[in-house]
């Protein structure tokens, strides 16, 4: 099993390590192709897994700011903010349907 690491890209792009594992799959006989699905499935997860994570965020600063106005009595302002966090909930529910 191989560390996804050595698949990812990052700082040190030209690290070569993606390249060791084409070559590995060429020593083997098995399919190159491979390597270059796993790279592009994983930055898709990732990027999934940023959008939710800012979403969770932005569902946290709406939930404080509710519970304040709740306690201030300001309801019809917190009902507003209520509905932009079903909006996120949504968004959050369809983002974890893709992954």
Do not use: P, Y
């Amino acid at each position: 099993m191989l560390d996804i690491n050595l698949l990812r890209t990052g700082e040190n792009k030209h690290d070569g390590k993606a390249d060791l594992v084409r070559l590995s799959q060429l020593n083997r006989f098995a399919s190159v192709e491979l390597v270059d699905e796993v790279i592009a499935l994983d930055e898709a997860w990732r990027q999934l897994r940023f959008d939710l994570d800012k979403d969770r965020q932005e569902l946290n600063v709406a939930s404080k700011k509710i519970g304040k106005l709740k306690t201030g009595k300001q309801d019809e302002e917190a009902q507003k903010l209520m509905d932009g966090t079903n909006e996120i909930k949504k968004r959050q529910a369809a983002m974890c349907r893709k992954e």
